[in-house]
Nanobody
């Protein structure tokens, strides 16, 4: 069964850091572009970042530019989202997604797989 599994979420104070991981099972992540989405409480899910299949093209939402970094380790079949300088508004569920085609934008792209999400809470 093909699936994505996120990990690395948790409770962190404002200004702190977390690294989210997205691992694939049942398929080779290197063949897919990967996106991260954020759903804040009571709000719609929005694209945060994406990385192309080659790893050469990355996209970031304006709200996270300079704070978040997406990367991929194809040898480990894993994609990471390094989140620094976290803010309370970063709180929510973070979802990992995989697409066989490279997205041209963070939102509106059709993804083939979605993970179950991992909770991130930024609070003092």
């Amino acid at each position: 069964q093909s699936q994505l599994v996120e990990s690395g979420g948790g409770l962190v104070q404002p200004g702190g850091s977390l690294r989210l991981s997205c691992a694939a099972s049942g398929f080779t992540l290197a063949n897919y572009a990967i996106g991260w989405f954020h759903q804040a409480p009571g709000k719609e899910r929005e694209g945060v970042s994406s990385i192309s299949r080659s790893g050469y093209t990355t996209l970031y939402a304006d709200s996270v530019k300079g704070r978040f970094t997406i990367s991929r380790d194809n040898g480990k079949n894993t994609v990471y989202l390094q989140m620094n300088s976290l803010k309370p508004e970063d709180t929510g569920i973070y979802y990992c997604t995989a697409s066989y085609t490279d997205p041209k934008a963070l939102n509106g792209h059709v993804y083939d797989y979605w993970g179950q999400g991992t909770q991130v809470t930024v609070s003092s």
